[in-house]
């Protein structure tokens, strides 16, 4: 019986996309890096806590960004807040100054029947000997 034998076969030309340059872009990393070389006898294990420790430090970097982001729409919305509340203790002073006003005053009360006086007050004075 004939032995299975690995066979390296050269991929065709045409099977590339019209326009491209030539390599992927994963494939130039490949060459690149020469990740080849690392797996030959197996995956490095010493690796595998500078590993884990690399992907710690990423979520731990995405967590914090997303934490960031959802306190500044937070102050954006507590901002918007305290405008519209601004805008309303203005108005409510404003309105406050009008209505305590002397002549606003005196026409609120004319329905009860009680006028302005129309004397200036003046000064009650006391003896010492009377009290």
Do not use: C, W
């Amino acid at each position: 019986m004939a032995e299975n034998k690995f066979k390296i076969s050269a991929k065709p030309e045409s099977k590339r996309a019209a326009g491209s340059s030539g390599t992927s872009v994963f494939s130039g990393l490949e060459k690149r890096l020469k990740l080849e070389a690392y797996f030959e006898e197996g995956f490095p294990v010493q690796y595998v806590p500078k590993i884990l420790f690399v992907m710690a430090l990423g979520l731990l970097y995405i967590g914090n960004t997303h934490h960031a982001e959802k306190t500044v729409r937070q102050i954006n919305n507590i901002q918007a807040e305290v405008e519209d509340l601004r805008a309303d203790y203005t108005t409510l002073k404003a309105d406050l100054m009008f209505s305590s006003k002397q002549s606003e005053v005196a026409r609120k009360v004319n329905a009860y029947g009680l006028k302005e006086s129309l004397r200036p007050p003046h000064k009650i004075v006391v003896k010492e000997s009377e009290y």
